[in-house]
């Protein structure tokens, strides 16, 4: 399932309510993982109206487990939607503004956003 948003407000009430870690992950040649805060989600959604087309060079997974493994946007997107229904969902900034949220069953905060299934992973 794939949806953008243009306010993130529930998305970060639905992750602190159900106690998710955030990862940001940097999938580079040597990729970089980091617990962030909730806050972070506004951050991301505010940098993602300064993109112009561009991205930014991490992406966020928001699960119950800590996230041990690196994979690239584009692994994680085919993992994530392939793995048994969670409340587990990625965040990708879209590069003309808004959020993309990636999950393999519709979540509470999704169905108010616009549905996104022409969106794909890029790397």
């Not at 940097?26 to 112009?52: C, F, G, H, N, V």
């Not at 969670?86 to 590069?95: P, R």
């Not at 979540?107 to 996104?116: G, S, T, Y």
Request: proline fraction near 6%; charge should be negative.
């Amino acid at each position: 399932m794939r949806y953008l948003h243009s306010d993130v407000k529930a998305i970060r009430m639905f992750a602190e309510e159900n106690q998710l870690s955030l990862t940001r992950i940097e999938p580079t040649t040597s990729p970089a993982l980091r617990i962030i805060d909730y806050a972070s989600i506004d951050e991301m959604l505010e940098a993602s109206q300064k993109l112009w087309g561009l991205t930014l060079p991490f992406y966020v997974m928001a699960s119950k487990k800590k996230v041990k493994d690196f994979y690239s946007l584009k692994d994680a997107v085919t993992t994530l939607e392939a793995a048994p229904k969670s409340d587990d969902f990625i965040l990708v900034a879209y590069q003309d503004g808004g959020i993309i949220s990636i999950s393999n069953n519709i979540l509470p905060f999704q169905p108010d956003a616009a549905k996104a299934s022409w969106w794909t992973p890029t790397v």
